[in-house]
């Protein structure tokens, strides 16, 4: 089953805000990623991380990968209407499979 | 370059019936992955081909889903007979290649949605 814990399940947020949300594993990864997805689209990759405490931008989105190697955190800032979707984050040993969280629905009020 | 291409994008069918999905990864990629989102939920993976040969097929239900890359290239994946539970999104994804050691990003196609009534 799944073993990453991924919150907020779900926010509701004023244009303009910043968004935080955030992944936590109770086992160790090499590889952390995150992806959105929009509706009846697959998941698009956002940003990926490959060292314990790296801390990666692309664009108005700034992840980083945990000390531990047990959690991601992903801030988006200045949120705009397309920011619109569902994020996931996925942690991944070397050569072995994904690992996605449930998810977290962001949904921007214009 | 061109994306993973996956067909169809929907399909309908009753239960106890079988269907296929179609899978075209992007240009090169030697690795390709098939996973399964039920709705509220991230993908989980059920194969992985490195080429023509399977890596990684332990959460494949084998007794109805069965998958083949038979050239290394694009790939079926199957179901024989369908239940309602199969009802999700099949998501094909593609990695430049697989190595002990090391991590490669994976690029995912549009998904086929499943009903199975």
């Known amino acids: 089953g799944q073993q990453l814990n991924q919150s907020p399940q779900s926010m509701f947020i004023q244009e303009g805000e910043d968004v935080s949300m955030n992944c936590t594993s109770s086992?160790?990864?090499?590889?952390w990623l995150w992806y959105k997805q929009d509706p009846g689209e697959g998941p698009v990759l956002l940003i990926a991380l490959y060292k314990a405490g790296e801390l990666t931008s692309n664009g108005r989105l700034t992840a980083q990968f945990g000390i531990t190697r047990k959690d991601s955190f992903l801030n988006i800032s200045a949120s705009i209407p397309s920011d619109v979707g569902i994020y996931f984050c996925a942690g991944q040993r070397y050569g072995n499979k994904l690992v996605f969280g449930a998810g977290t629905i962001l949904r921007v009020k214009s | 370059e061109a994306g993973v291409a996956q067909s169809p994008r929907y399909k309908i069918i009753e239960k106890r019936q079988s269907v296929a999905f179609w899978c075209n990864p992007i240009s090169g990629h030697a690795t390709l992955y098939w996973y399964q989102q039920i709705l509220g939920q991230g993908p989980k993976l059920l194969i992985q081909f490195q080429n023509n040969g399977v890596v990684d097929d332990s959460q494949l239900p084998k007794d109805r889903f069965s998958a083949e890359r038979l050239k290394g290239v694009d790939s079926t994946l199957k179901i024989q007979p369908a239940k309602l539970e199969d009802s999700a999104v099949y998501l094909c994804a593609s990695s430049s290649s697989f190595l002990e050691g090391t991590s490669y990003e994976q690029y995912f196609g549009p998904g086929t949605r499943l009903t199975v009534t």
């Open positions: 086992s160790i990864f090499n590889t």
